[in-house]
């Protein structure tokens, strides 16, 4: 019973140091500098994102700023692009360049009037307006595109990218009936990006957080909230996600992942992640938790050794014993 009990405490010690899994649990405007055509040479766009709320049957306006920083003139085509989310769960828009093309809902495309071609000396800057109508029949919810700015000779139905193009994003939100419902899909921990969550680190080094947040309703949602690191009751870090400036979004009908670089975890213990993160007009509230481990792989190394000892004691060094005494018993009785 005694060797037993021993076998299941050791066991169970080895299991632990060797634990690696996921641990998930569900719950309940800048600018942008991106060249076109070489390093060095380029075209500045204004603000990067920009938010309006505009109700049925109203227009508004807003500018959109362009600068050549080529040493040449160049004429542009002003584009109107819907968009939607990529499906790497990064929130990069995924344009939809067919000149024909509309995105299948939250179409932004259709309410926004032809913008005629603009031409830019070298270092000259012009704001461009971009009207945005709303129909009085539109339903309540959330309407984005981009404003995309192309050198007049390219084709704009080529596949080009939103920051090799260089684009301006437009979120509308028309007021309403608006369902708003997110749900927080995981809090999970790994090491770097990328990857399935993690239990156990050998190293308190690049230790990230990832929560990934699911949009269910039909308006785009900006979470916020914060996320604690704790080591027993005491709490090491606080950190504030989605505090960026544009705040990103999550659209409806995706998925947004954002991360948060855990700098304050220890060097060995039991470590827990407690967020809780608000969205929407009311504040609705989500939350989860999550444990990780680090142990440094020296230490798992003598621990390991430890218990290989302890097995060999008790398993190999009895049979030993015994081995020898029945040796010394056969000597004896041969004389």
Do not use: C, W
């Not at 948060?260 to 060097?267: E, F, P, Q, Y």
């Amino acid at each position: 019973m005694r060797r037993h009990n021993v076998l299941a405490s050791v066991g169970g010690l080895l299991a632990a140091l060797v634990l690696v899994g996921t641990a998930v649990l569900p719950a309940a405007a800048a600018t942008s500098n991106t060249s076109i055509g070489g390093s060095g040479n380029g075209l500045k766009v204004s603000p990067v994102t920009t938010d309006l709320t505009i109700t049925p049957g109203q227009t508004k306006t807003t500018v959109v700023y362009a600068q050549n920083v080529t040493s040449a003139p160049i004429t542009l085509q002003v584009v109107i692009n819907d968009f939607t989310a990529s499906g790497d769960e990064s929130g990069a828009p995924a344009l939809l360049l067919n000149p024909g093309q509309y995105a299948p809902t939250h179409s932004l495309k259709r309410f926004v009037a032809p913008i005629s071609n603009i031409t830019l000396q070298p270092g000259e800057q012009k704001g461009v307006n971009v009207a945005v109508s709303i129909p009085k029949d539109a339903s309540a919810g959330g309407y984005y595109g981009a404003v995309r700015f192309v050198p007049a000779s390219t084709n704009t139905s080529s596949t080009v990218t939103l920051s090799a193009s260089v684009a301006s994003l437009i979120l509308v939100r028309v007021p309403g009936a608006v369902k708003e419902d997110m749900q927080m899909l995981s809090l999970g921990v790994n090491q770097g990006t990328g990857g399935a969550s993690q239990v156990l680190f050998t190293s308190n080094k690049n230790i990230i957080a990832t929560m990934r947040f699911q949009n269910s309703g039909d308006v785009q949602e900006q979470p916020f909230g914060k996320l604690l690191l704790k080591q027993g009751s005491k709490t090491l870090a606080t950190y504030e996600i989605n505090n960026t400036t544009p705040a990103g979004n999550v659209l409806p009908g995706s998925i947004r992942r954002f991360t948060v670089n855990l700098d304050k975890t220890g060097a060995f213990g039991k470590f827990t992640v407690i967020g809780n993160f608000g969205y929407g007009s009311n504040g609705q509230l989500l939350s989860g938790q999550t444990t990780f481990y680090v142990i440094p792989l020296a230490l798992i190394g003598i621990v390991i050794a430890i218990i290989l000892v302890i097995l060999f004691f008790i398993f190999v060094f009895p049979k030993m014993v015994r081995s020898y005494n029945k040796r010394v018993i056969q000597k004896a009785s041969r004389r």
